[in-house]
C-alpha cells in the first residue's frame, strides 16, 4: 500500500500530504481575496502643488482647451464631463457642459467632479473660486506647459490623471516621430532658411518669446526667427516688440507671419496697411501668411498640423510631410509672391 510522507514543518508538528494541500488551497484564495494595497501617485503640478491619488481620475472637468484637446488624443472621453466656454475641439466634445472660472461655486459642486484642471492664469484670476473648491474636497490640478521639453512631461501628467499612460508614451512617440520627418525637408544650411517675423498680436506690436512653443514649430516649420531679443513677461510666452524695434530689422525679414484667432484678430488688409510696413521687405514683395492661431500655440498633437502650414508658407513649391495627420488640417491664408 502507498504510505503518504508525512510533511514537517520548523514547528516540528508532521501534516500529511492532502492536509498540506488543503492548506496551501486556502493560504492562496486568501491571497487573492484580499486586496492589494494601491501604491498612491503623486505628481507636481505647474504652481507646486503635490497632488497624490490612489487611482485615476474619472469625472473630469478641463479650463483651458489645450487639456480637453490632450484628453481627446489620450482616449479619455467619457472620464471628462465638462469643458471650457471657448473650447472648439475636438467638435465631438463641444457638446459637453460648459464651465467657466467665473461660474460659482454651485454649478461645479452640482457637477460633482473629482479632478479639476485649470492652468496658472485662473488661480491668479480667480484665487477665492480655487481655495473654495479644494476646501470642498474637489482635486485641482494647474497645467500649462511652455515649452516642448515640458509639453512632453504634460501629457504624461495627463495620462496619469486620467489612467491613460501607456497613451501618453505613444503620445510622445509619434509627435517625436513627425518632428524627425519635418526636420528632413528642410534645407541642411540655417543660412538657406528666410528670416521670420512671428507676429502673436498685431495690435500691440508683440511677438512670441524665444523659448515659446510657437517658436519651436517656426523653427521646426523651417524659419529662423529675427526676434531673438524678445522676451516675454509675467511667465507669459506673448513679448512686446515694437514697431520700431520691428521696422530697424525691416530689410532682414523675408517672410511675416501672424497667428489669427481669439487673441489676434487679423486680416492680411489690417498688416499691408499698417503705417510704416512698407518698409519691411517680406510686405513688399508680398510674403505674409496667417496662420491658425490654435495649432500653434497649442501644447497638443495638432502642433504637427502648424508646423506643416508654416513650412507650406515658407517652402510653397516644396513637398511635405504627410505621413501623419491629427485632424482636418485648415488651410493656411497664404499671400507669397517669391521675387
Not at 460633482?112 to 485649470?118: G, Q
Not at 498688416?271 to 505674409?288: C, N, W
Request: with cysteine; hydrophobic share 35%; glycine share 6%.
Amino acid at each position: 500500500m502507498y504510505q503518504t510522507k508525512p510533511h514537517t514543518f520548523t514547528t516540528g508538528t508532521t501534516m500529511s500530504k492532502p492536509q498540506a494541500l488543503h492548506i496551501y488551497v486556502i493560504s492562496l484564495l486568501m491571497l487573492v481575496m484580499t486586496p492589494l494595497v494601491t501604491i498612491a501617485q503623486t505628481i507636481v503640478d505647474d504652481e507646486g502643488q503635490e497632488i497624490s491619488f490612489a487611482k485615476p481620475f474619472s469625472k473630469i472637468i478641463s479650463l483651458y482647451p489645450a487639456h480637453t484637446e490632450n484628453l481627446a488624443s489620450l482616449g479619455c472621453d467619457s472620464e471628462l464631463i465638462g469643458i471650457g466656454e471657448s473650447d472648439n475641439y475636438p467638435e465631438k466634445f463641444t457638446s459637453k457642459p460648459r464651465f467657466s472660472y467665473r461660474d460659482n461655486t454651485e454649478k461645479f459642486l452640482a457637477a460633482e467632479p473629482d479632478l479639476l484642471l485649470i492652468r496658472p492664469m485662473i488661480s491668479r484670476s480667480q484665487p477665492e473660486l480655487i481655495e473654495k473648491l479644494r476646501a470642498i474636497g474637489i482635486t485641482i490640478v494647474s497645467l500649462q506647459p511652455t515649452s516642448i521639453d515640458q509639453m512632453f512631461s504634460y501629457w504624461q501628467k495627463l495620462g496619469d490623471l486620467c489612467g491613460r499612460n501607456d497613451q501618453a508614451q505613444k503620445m510622445a512617440k509619434k509627435f517625436s516621430d513627425e518632428l524627425t520627418r519635418q526636420e528632413a525637408l528642410l534645407p541642411q544650411n540655417e543660412k538657406d532658411r528666410p528670416t521670420v517675423y512671428f507676429e502673436s498680436i498685431h495690435s500691440k506690436m508683440k511677438t512670441f518669446d524665444p523659448d515659446a512653443i510657437t517658436m519651436f514649430a517656426l523653427k521646426i516649420g523651417g524659419g529662423n526667427n529675427i526676434a531673438v531679443d524678445a522676451s516675454g513677461r509675467n511667465d507669459s510666452n506673448i513679448a512686446p516688440y515694437g514697431k520700431e524695434k520691428l521696422l530697424s530689422k525691416a530689410e532682414e525679414i523675408d517672410v511675416f507671419l501672424s497667428q489669427v484667432g481669439r487673441m489676434n484678430r487679423v486680416s492680411l488688409t489690417d498688416i499691408y496697411s499698417e503705417p510704416g510696413f512698407q518698409l519691411i521687405k517680406a510686405i513688399r514683395t508680398k510674403s505674409v501668411c496667417l496662420i491658425e492661431e490654435d495649432i500653434v500655440s497649442r501644447p497638443t498633437m495638432r502642433l504637427i498640423d502648424g508646423i506643416r502650414q508654416i513650412h507650406s508658407c515658407l517652402y510653397p513649391d516644396a513637398p511635405s510631410a504627410t505621413s501623419m495627420t491629427t485632424g482636418n488640417m485648415p488651410k493656411p491664408t497664404i499671400h507669397i509672391t517669391r521675387q
